[in-house]
């Protein structure tokens, strides 16, 4: 069974930084791109970022280029993204989800007050 756990996220003055980390189990993590997306209040889930099987090449949205850094870590089956000089649009909840497999987690909320 595909399982993802967010964790990581929280409450966070505006500037500040978190690391969220996502757990991933039931299926071969190695293999497949990573996603982290977000979803605010009242709007739709938004690609934040992915990362290639190998940690080559990652994308970042456009509101998140130079702040944030996706990374995995496929020895034990995890995936990151740091988030640096956050902004009150950041806050969210963020979900990892691998590229092709239509499980989600249950997320984790990142609150950035300003």
């Known amino acids: 069974q595909v399982q993802f756990v967010e964790s990581g996220g929280g409450l966070v003055q505006s500037g500040g930084s978190l690391r969220l980390s996502c757990a991933a189990s039931?299926?071969?993590?190695?293999?497949?791109?990573m996603n982290w997306y977000r979803q605010a209040p009242g709007k739709g889930r938004e690609l934040v970022a992915y990362?290639?099987?190998?940690?080559?090449?990652?994308y970042y949205a456009d509101s998140v280029k130079g702040r944030f850094t996706i990374s995995r870590d496929n020895a034990a089956n995890t995936l990151y993204l740091q988030m640096n000089s956050l902004k009150p649009e950041d806050t969210a909840v963020y979900y990892c989800?691998?590229?092709?497999?239509?499980?989600w987690g249950l997320g984790t909320q990142v609150t950035v007050s300003s």
């Open positions: 989800k691998a590229r092709g497999l239509d499980s």
């Open positions: 039931g299926f071969a993590f190695s293999g497949y791109t």
């Open positions: 990362i290639s099987a190998t940690g080559t090449s990652p």
